[in-house]
């Protein structure tokens, strides 16, 4: 079975505006933005996919010069354009062209934080389609994606490269505050090397070793989540200092470690089979090593500042059949794989993850 993980990073925990001019207007309101959320996520995805804000740059456009560049209609592209200023991602001049805002910036290709995989990647039917059956999934507690598209999620972009590369690229955008904060949050110091199981192209790995010179880091993932990793620690001067084993988490962990990481990766599957891949991890991991586990920790009752961690619980639910977890979840899940978890550090708001330390026993 492939070891890749789907990121909870950057779920909106908002939809649309309310009656046009921003204002909330009450309860009526509030349900009326969350129903056509998905409306507002479908229109950043397609100016996403249409390359608006690139085309714009750091002017402004008319609707008829970027419908003459998208080969697009201009009056619907006039359309796009107003709701996008709707949505706070572009602002109309006075002489009728469209100009970027900072939201719309995380759309840019190239801009330093930009997010245009994620919404593409977010917003293609292959995310989308399982959620048509959200209904079922929770009467029966069982994954939609399956039933979709006849096969896991996982193997699906194993046979859509171009969709795998979306999604790893989505993964490394929503990774990069994480990889930002991680390095602080715990004592890497102490240790040798650190393996980052299921590691995808290596953007988490590549700060911490960037971070902590004394390092030596390994990236373990399938062939489809390794395929941008080399080319990412290499343009960070780090291929000296790292290595990429390919392998299946569900069959073993990498040797040679004394600190083992999992970022976003629990929360992709069901009880038993996280017990595996940490059952794994406690084979190889020396006497004195630690593991690590990034992921958001539940409160034991949920409020409105979780929604964007309970919407990707129900994300797990739908498309690959895992879930999101409170501490006594996270610690049920250790021992039982032969760890003892000995600290639980949220990082600085408003990232939502922990790092949770686990020792073995």
């Known amino acids: 079975m492939p070891s890749r993980r789907l990121s909870d990073e950057g779920l909106p925990d908002e939809g649309v505006h309310g009656d046009g001019d921003g204002s909330a207007n009450g ?14 996520a479908q229109t950043v995805g397609a100016a996403a996919r249409l390359g608006i804000v690139d085309l714009i740059g750091g002017g402004e456009r008319t609707a008829d010069e970027l419908a003459a560049e998208c080969a697009a209609q201009p009056q619907a592209m006039g359309r796009l354009l107003r709701a996008l200023t709707g949505l706070g991602l572009l602002v109309e001049g006075a002489s009728g062209g469209f100009a970027v805002t900072p939201v719309g910036d995380l759309l840019r290709g190239d801009a330093p934080r930009s997010l245009r995989s994620f919404a593409r990647s977010f917003t ?6 399982a959620w048509e059956r959200l209904d079922d999934s929770v009467r029966t507690g069982e994954t939609s994606f399956d039933a979709v598209f006849g096969k896991d999620f996982f193997g699906y972009l194993a046979e859509h490269p171009e969709l795998s590369a979306e999604f790893n690229a989505a993964m490394s955008e929503a ?10 949050a715990f004592d890497f110091g ?3 090397t650190v393996a980052d199981i299921g590691g995808g192209d290596g953007t988490l790995l590549a700060a911490i070793l960037t971070a902590h010179p004394e390092l030596y880091g390994i990236v373990f993932d399938t062939a489809e989540g390794l395929a941008q990793a080399g080319t990412k620690l290499a343009r960070a001067g780090l291929d000296g200092r ?6 299946d988490f569900f069959a073993a962990a990498p040797e040679g470690a004394d600190l083992y990481l999992l970022k976003s990766v629990i929360h992709d599957w069901n009880d038993e089979q996280c017990v595996g891949i940490l059952r794994h991890c406690r084979r190889a991991i020396p006497d004195g090593g630690r593991l690590l586990i990034v ?10 500042s979780v929604a964007g961690v309970c919407l990707s619980d129900l994300n797990m639910l739908v498309n690959v059949g895992g879930r999101e977890r409170t501490r006594d979840d996270f610690e049920r899940l250790c021992h039982d794989a ?16 922990s790092v949770i330390e686990a020792a073995p026993v």
């Open 27 to 40: 309860p009526r309101d509030d349900l009326v933005r969350m129903v056509m959320g998905a409306m507002a």
């Open 124 to 129: 293609d039917p292959a995310m989308l389609r």
């Open 175 to 184: 990774t990069r505050e994480t990889a930002e904060l991680v390095p602080a």
């Open 190 to 192: 102490s240790y040798a």
């Open 242 to 247: 790292s290595s990429l084993v390919t392998g």
């Open 295 to 304: 992921e958001p920790v539940l409160p034991p009752a949920v409020n409105p």
């Open 338 to 353: 032969g760890f003892e978890v000995r600290t639980v550090t949220p990082l600085p708001k408003p990232n939502r993850f």
